[in-house]
């Protein structure tokens, strides 16, 4: 009687654990840059990354902690860029300008991405719209000390200047390079096509004087309380008649 050889089923090996973390980091930045964090399942991941859902808890204790990695990543590589320009600042002598240039350029770069298209910048505008409070934890986790490091730098710079003006000013830095790279078709269709923000080399051109100008204004006066006897006659006068 012939003998028969068992059926032999082959399994494909596991991905090595850095391995499955990567695609599930990749899987995760994908999906929250198009649906949102509200939006996007575990299972939704661990199906995008070709692996089972159990290990997004495994290497991340869940979504949160998924999606902390992903931001952080991003974070760092912009970070990372901006403290090397201040550095070269630093050598060459720190002149305002240059100072604005490596916190500007590193940031509409990153926001651009390739052709224009960002995935960092698609996950932070959909993360601000479901204003979650994990975005805020997130922005105050992984740029406060970039921020911090580029305030004190900015104080050196402009010494006459208040710790609060200074911070009023890059409060509203932060606001025009989000804009100017988010919001690029307004000008561009103003300017038939001429003022293009997608182009960072013409953005920077224009932008880092436009800032710094800003910065070397003359402080705000504080707004001056009316004396106690013009204040009582404004509201005598304020009182309607019978």
Known sequence: ????????????????????????????????????FAGVSVRAIAAEASVNWSLVGYHFRGKHGLLAEVYRRHCDSLN???????????????????????????????????????????LRAILAAEDAPLFAQLRAENFEQSSRTFVGVLRECLPRLSEDEILWRFHFTL?????????????????????????????????????????????????QRPPARAAARARKTAKPKN
Not at 91 to 114: H, N, S, T
Not at 186 to 199: A, H, L, V, Y
Not at 209 to 221: D, E, G, I, Q, Y
């Open 1 to 36: 009687m012939p003998t028969t050889t068992p059926e032999t089923h082959w399994t494909a090996p596991e991905a090595p654990a850095s391995e499955t973390r990567e695609r599930l980091i990749a899987a995760a930045g994908r999906l929250f840059a198009e649906r949102g």
């Open 80 to 122: 990372s860029e901006r403290l090397k320009l201040l550095a070269e600042v630093r050598r060459d002598g720190l002149r305002l300008e240059a100072v604005l240039e490596a916190f500007v350029r590193p940031a509409l770069a990153e926001i651009q991405g390739l052709k224009g298209e960002s995935q960092f910048s698609r």
């Open 175 to 223: 606001g025009t390079i989000y804009y100017s790279a988010t919001s690029p078709q307004r000008i561009k269709t103003f300017s038939g096509g001429r003022c293009d923000p997608g182009n960072l080399e013409a953005t920077v051109r224009h932008l880092v004087p436009f800032l710094a100008a800003a910065f070397r204004s003359a402080p705000v006066l504080p707004q």
